[in-house]
């Protein structure tokens, strides 16, 4: 499961130098070191809206946005199960069907972040149980993104609530294992949901990674 999937070698390569300029301009002292790393990130810009079609200065942007030593973003889901079926939430922005979750704030613990993330999604109050995965996002076939992302999969345990679509997703719903929806794979792959609900079948399993 770790092998590394559907990354084309321009987008690695702006990943790398992204990252180095960023890392760059955190340490760098000298005037000319820090022409040099910001020269770089410009050719990343460069580089990805040339493949992308985007404006290089929406690119740009982006980059300039990143400060301090590059590390992975971290992005948590919530796997939560009813009669041996799993909620999700059906994406606005795509139509498409995920695992409740999104970005970890600064200062909020994982565990709290999943269970703010599936209460904002789907309606549903939970309780963080068990860590189930953490992924490179890069390594599970999801389509390509700008920037390193960690997936972190939490079981979670209803504890009220009910269904109530949010601002991000239209319809909220529980699905067996071989009925599973039209699937938004930015967010979630199939293989990852099998994954889960051989977790949930087996809960002396370790947590997966990488």
């Known amino acids: 499961m770790g092998e590394r999937l559907g990354a084309t070698k321009w987008l690695d390569w702006v990943n790398q ?16 070191d820090v022409e040099r790393y ?17 404006e290089p200065k929406h690119i740009r942007g982006l980059f300039e946005k990143e400060m301090g030593h590059a590390t992975p973003k971290v992005d948590v889901r919530g796997a939560a199960f009813r009669n041996e079926e799993i909620l999700m939430v ?22 709290k972040a999943v269970v703010r993330e599936v209460a904002e999604e789907s309606g549903f109050e939970t309780r963080a149980v068990r860590l189930l995965a953490v992924y490179d996002r890069d390594c599970h076939g999801h389509p390509q993104y700008p920037f390193a992302i960690y997936m972190l999969f939490f079981l979670c345990e209803l504890t009220g609530g009910a269904a109530s679509p ?14 599973l929806p039209p699937l938004s794979l930015d ?4 293989d990852q949901i099998h994954r889960i609900f051989e977790h949930y079948d087996h809960p002396d399993w370790p947590a997966d990674f990488d």
Do not use: C
């Open 90 to 111: 059906k994406e606005r922005v795509d139509g498409l069907w995920s695992l409740p979750g999104g970005w970890a704030d600064p200062n909020e613990s994982p565990g």
């Open 187 to 190: 967010r979630v792959t199939a």
């Open 17 to 32: 130098m992204a990252t180095i300029a960023q890392n760059g301009l955190t340490y760098a002292k000298d005037s000319h």
């Open 166 to 179: 949010s601002d991000e997703t239209e319809d909220v719903g529980f699905f067996r294992r071989d009925r």
């Open 38 to 54: 910001t020269s770089l990130r410009e050719l990343a810009a460069e580089i990805a809206a040339e493949h992308t079609g985007s």
